[in-house]
C-alpha cells in the first residue's frame, strides 16, 4: 500500500496562477483532509470530506475551493494564488467519520511557493 | 480553537526527559499525538480518550486530564531518533470530525 500520495511535491507559481494539488489514498479511508502548515502555526485545516459526495469548510477555507472525485481522491484548487498562500498543503486521511479512536494518516506533502 | 502547547522548543542530552504539554479552553474528548520529522510528513503516535488513560508507545508515554482540559507527552531517556516537532491534535466531540492541531513543540536531542 502507497497510503497517501499527493502530486506534485514542488510546485512555483506566480500571482494569479491557478492549480490543482492532487491527493489519492488506497486504505479505504472515509474520510479526507486538507491542511496547511506555516512556521510556527502548527497544521490548520482548510477543507475537510468525511464521506464520498461531501464536503466542509475548516478554519481557513478562504481562497480555495474542493472536490472529493471519488472515495480514493480529494483535491485541492487554487484559483488565483496570492502570496499568502505559499505554505506546505498536506493530505490526510482517516478511516471512520471521524470516531473516537480515528487515526488520520498524512501524505508526504506539496511545497507551494507564490511569488 | 487551536490548543495551546509548552514550551515551543526543548533541547535534550540523550538520556535526558521532558515534558510537552497540550492545554485547551474547550472541554475534548480526545487528544492525538503527532510528530514531525524535518521534511516529512506529521506521523501518529497515540490517542488519548477523556476518562484520564494514560498511554505509552517505546518510552513515549502520555497522560490526559480531562479536568484541566490538558495533555502531556512523556519523553523518557530520550534517544536521537526522538528529535522533532511534537504536534497535539484535539477533538471536542465524538462525531468531530476536525482535529485542531497546536503550533507544535520542537524536540532537538543531542548526543
Known amino acids: 500500500n502507497a497510503g497517501v500520495t499527493q502530486t506534485p511535491k514542488f510546485q512555483v507559481l506566480k500571482t494569479g496562477q491557478s492549480m490543482t494539488l492532487q491527493c489519492a489514498q488506497d486504505m479505504n479511508h472515509n474520510s479526507m483532509y486538507w491542511y496547511r502548515q506555516d512556521p510556527g502555526m502548527g497544521l490548520r485545516l482548510i477543507y475537510y470530506s468525511a464521506s464520498e459526495g461531501t464536503t466542509d469548510k475548516g478554519e481557513v477555507p478562504n481562497g480555495y475551493n474542493v472536490s472529493r472525485l471519488n472515495k480514493r481522491e480529494f483535491s485541492l484548487r487554487l484559483e488565483s494564488a496570492a502570496p499568502s498562500q505559499t505554505s506546505v498543503y498536506f493530505c490526510?486521511?482517516?478511516?471512520?467519520?471521524?470516531?473516537?479512536?480515528?487515526?488520520?494518516?498524512f501524505g508526504p506533502g506539496t511545497r507551494l511557493t507564490v511569488l | 480553537q487551536q490548543p495551546v502547547q509548552s514550551p515551543q522548543a526543548v533541547i535534550l542530552r540523550e538520556g535526558e526527559d521532558a515534558v510537552i504539554n497540550c492545554s485547551s479552553s474547550k472541554a475534548l474528548y480526545s487528544v492525538h499525538w503527532y510528530r514531525q520529522k524535518h521534511g516529512e510528513a506529521p506521523v501518529f503516535l497515540m490517542i488519548?480518550?477523556?476518562?484520564?488513560e494514560q498511554k505509552g508507545h517505546d518510552k513515549i508515554s502520555a497522560s490526559f486530564n480531562e479536568k484541566k482540559q490538558q495533555s502531556s507527552l512523556y519523553l523518557t531517556a530520550s534517544q536521537l531518533s526522538y528529535s522533532g516537532t511534537y504536534f497535539c491534535g484535539t477533538r471536542s466531540g465524538s462525531n468531530d470530525y476536525k482535529l485542531s492541531f497546536g503550533a507544535g513543540t520542537t524536540v532537538t536531542v543531542r548526543a
Open positions: 488519548l480518550l477523556k476518562g484520564g
Open positions: 490526510a486521511s482517516s478511516e471512520d467519520q471521524g470516531g473516537s479512536t480515528d487515526t488520520q494518516y
